[in-house]
């Protein structure tokens, strides 16, 4: 199985991303997937997440209402809009595939993990 994450970059405050997963390996649209970061000498958290059918999402508190995860099984790819950024928001973020077709919050929910793409915001 593998996760390509793209769409990262170097954007102001206020500005939007829409990174991308594609899922590659597996039959991408009977399991859930996820969003997380990692911030420079912090743990890695949960950003968002879906459930296989895209029914039922979960988003963490810091970009409720700002952040969009969505998924097109028929692509095979998982994608977070990330709109009024802020400088919190600057860390590594990867895509991960969960084990079952309903999301989990942890990191062990998910067996397998893209290569991270790193998102800026400046002030």
């Known amino acids: 199985v593998q996760l390509q994450a793209s769409g990262g970059g170097l954007v ?10 594609a899922a590659s390996g597996r039959t991408f649209r009977f399991y859930a997937m996820g969003w997380f970061r990692q911030a420079p000498g912090k743990e890695r958290e949960i950003v968002a997440a879906i459930n296989w059918s895209g029914g039922r999402t979960y988003y963490a508190d810091s970009v409720k209402g700002r952040f969009t995860i969505s998924r097109d099984n028929a692509r095979n790819t998982v994608y977070l809009q990330m709109n009024s950024l802020k400088p919190e928001d600057t860390a590594v ?22 290569q991270g793409t790193q ?3 400046s002030s």
């Open 93 to 114: 973020y990867y895509c991960a595939g969960g084990r079952q077709d309903s999301y989990g919050l942890g990191s062990h929910d998910y067996a397998y993990w893209g």
């Open 12 to 21: 102001q405050a206020g500005d939007s991303l829409r990174l991308s997963c």
């Open 119 to 121: 998102v800026t915001v």
